[in-house]
């Protein structure tokens, strides 16, 4: 069964920095697309990193953090990782960490994913 559980959710100010972890189980982050999403309120849900299955050297970024944000994962402890630099109030929102097996390069797609975290809360003030 996949479970993904997110944390590292919190307040920054604008300019600040936050890493968010999803502890995955039950798939192999190394082997299936991952991916962040999130969800401001009253906006859908988008998605800003992704890490495709087909090409495990490429990250995609959506063009408002490209620059700003990295995604990582560690195959040993099977975690994935969001690092947020340079955090502007348009980055709040409920960040979620997904999976699916069978997405390919087109993992910005945040409905594409079957499976996700219950969400971890990031804040950005001016």
């Known amino acids: 069964q996949v479970r993904l559980v997110e944390s590292g959710g919190d307040s920054v100010q604008s300019g600040g920095s936050l890493r968010l972890s999803c502890a995955a189980s039950?798939?192999?982050?190394?082997?299936?697309?991952i991916g962040w999403l999130r969800q401001a309120p009253g906006k859908q849900r988008e998605g800003v990193a992704c890490?495709?299955?087909?090409?495990?050297?490429?990250?995609f970024y959506s063009d408002s953090v490209k620059g700003r944000f990295t995604i990582a994962r560690d195959i040993a402890s099977n975690t994935m990782y969001l690092q947020m630099n340079n955090m502007k109030p348009e980055d709040t929102a409920i960040y979620y960490c997904?999976?699916?097996?069978?997405?390919?390069?087109?993992?910005?797609?945040?409905?594409?994913?079957?499976?996700r975290g219950r969400g971890t809360q990031v804040t950005v003030s001016s």
């Open positions: 997904a999976t699916d097996r069978a997405i390919g390069s087109g993992c910005l797609d945040a409905q594409l994913y079957d499976h």
């Open positions: 039950g798939f192999p982050v190394g082997r299936w697309t």
């Open positions: 890490i495709s299955r087909d090409d495990a050297t490429m990250a």
